[in-house]
């Protein structure tokens, strides 16, 4: 009922920038939170950055100072806006929202998937 769509990733050079985005769309009431989470070859879906409907947000430590999660709350988009890029960057890239349906149940989905690799 909700769904995630992804865009914006690539490969790109050490210390260079990208910007991906996720738009969320269907019987949507509101969302309570949107953010990014990475998953590299053999390890675990991680927590990249977050962002509230109220602007709070949470990020890794590996990515603080790099990376930021703009949101435009009337477009129920979210951004991850992705600065001096390193190699251990590399990994598919999830979009997820929290919210509740117009029915008034809650829920929580996960968009596709959307590659970056970060190399020379």
């Known amino acids: 009922q909700v769904q995630l769509v992804e865009s914006g990733g690539g490969l790109v050079q050490p210390g260079g920038s990208l910007r991906l985005s996720c738009a969320a769309s269907?019987?949507?009431?509101?969302?309570?939170?949107m953010g990014w989470y990475r998953q590299a070859p053999g390890k675990q879906r991680e927590l990249v950055a977050a962002?509230?409907?109220?602007?709070?947000?949470n990020y890794a430590d590996s990515v603080k100072g790099r990376f930021t999660v703009p949101r435009a709350n009337a477009k129920n988009t979210v951004y991850l806006q992705m600065n001096s890029l390193k190699p251990e960057d590399t990994a598919v890239y999830f979009c997820n929202a929290e919210g509740s349906l117009v029915a008034g149940t809650k829920f929580a989905s996960w968009g596709q998937g959307t590659q970056v690799t970060v190399s020379s």
């Open positions: 269907g019987s949507i009431f509101s969302i309570y939170a």
């Open positions: 962002i509230t409907s109220g602007g709070r947000t």
